[in-house]
């Protein structure tokens, strides 16, 4: 709604803020006028005193009756001027001389000595300074009223001033805030047009450098990720549809081939081992596509339990050696005596198995296949590399190896067997454990694999070279 709009809270609370500011700042005014009038009248006061015990220290001791020198008091204008009140009390109190105005005041009231006041009489305030003199009580008092009346004025003024001060700030931020934010409603109508089909549309970028520019910048490149990933999906989606194509077709193919007409029992037994080859490939692939399907989900880690890395290293080893005989492969090791690691055991045999399987499957007869494990400086990772000296990769392709269905050129093609999950399935389970993996190859100058995963040892290395017979 229109009312709930940042435009709108924005002025609502610059009003709010600026009507308090505003009563702050008339208080504060009012104060300072009250407080300077107070002082200014305090000064006239002080000043008509002075005047007085100057007269009375003057005029009382050569008089020797009271009628003559306050008979003198009330004509001279410098003591008792028009537009004051003078009135003197001996020391119990009782009235010697007042001035005509001040006839309907009370009797003085006695508090401490050159002390002012501020007192009403009849409607009337009056700032008054009271003050002892031999033993006389002096009283001085000027009218407030003329002054009153240009603060009351001051505080009219103000009333009827500021509410339409505020309904003019108020239209006007409120104006501000909508050309400040129309490039906001920009962002927020191109947003709205975004869908999944349309994730190539950006949002446009204010040519302001300001936080509105830096938001746009930010979101274009978050729209910048997703259609990566989303192209990257459709791709995913689109490979596996594919790859999945090829055994489901042989697998259907033999079996109307196969039912088509009778055939004898060694047809048959031919025609289920091609069905079983394809299902146990389909069965890898959907296994892999599980296994990258898990790695894709938000925060996942890897499970975590303490084991022996060497001994897990060493077993896998084993099981493939026999493989690696059979292509004509050496296999050299270099693997610590033990070394406990927490993580996914599991995880860690599928992803040394999927290197080996790799380097076994393009390095020609009579090449080498080599896999070491060791500690990093500090013990912080463990390091686990294989090494081959086959075919090799091109160093313009070794950035994308481990994009799922990636696959390099003729010599890794589908004739091998491989969907091109694999590199990609090792560098999910490092992910998972926290770790990272890279590759340096050359085309005809093999390949190395290098795994680095974090751990916090609890046993030392030692290290022991073991060579698997061929």
Partial sequence: MRWRSIGVQLTAWFTCLLAGILVLTGAGVWLGLRASVHAAVDRQLDSRLHAVEAYLRMRRPHDGTNGRWLHELGEDSMVAPGNGVLRMADASGHDLFHSPDAAEWSAPILVDDAKHATQVVGQRRFRVLTATEADLI????????????????????????????????????????????????????????????????????PASHDELRRLSVTLNTMLDRLQAEERKSRQFTADASHELRTPVAVIRATADVTSSRPRSDAAHQAAWRVVQAQAARVTRM???????????????????????????????????????ARAGLQMDTAIPESVIFRGDADGIRRLLAALLDNAIKYTPAGGRVQVVVEPTAGDAAVVLEVA?????????????????????????????????????????????????????????AGCT???VLPHDPLRSFSETDVRLGT
């Fill in 449 to 451: 694999v290098r795994v």
């Fill in 286 to 324: 959907v296994d892999d596509l599980l296994q990258l399907a898990r790695a894709d989900a938000p925060e996942r880690r890897a499970a975590s339990a303490a084991f022996d890395l060497a001994d897990e290293v060493r077993d896998v080893c084993a099981e493939i050696a026999i493989v690696a």
């Fill in 138 to 205: 002096v009283q001085l008092a000027l009218p407030l009223h003329p002054y009153d009346e240009v603060t009351e004025g001051f505080f009219a003024t103000g009333l009827i001033a500021s509410p339409l001060f505020l309904i003019a700030a108020a239209v006007s931020g409120y104006w501000l805030s909508r050309r400040a934010l129309r490039p906001v409603d920009a962002i927020i109508d191109a947003a709205q047009r975004i869908r999944s089909s349309t994730l190539d549309a950006r949002l446009p970028v």
């Fill in 388 to 444: 081959d000296t086959g075919v090799g990769i091109p160093t313009e392709d070794v950035p994308y190896v481990f994009d799922r269905f990636y696959r390099v050129s003729k010599d890794r093609s589908r004739t091998t067997g491989g969907a091109g999950l694999g590199l990609a399935i090792v560098q999910a389970i490092a992910h998972e454990h926290g770790g990272d993996v890279s590759m340096t190859s050359a085309s005809g």
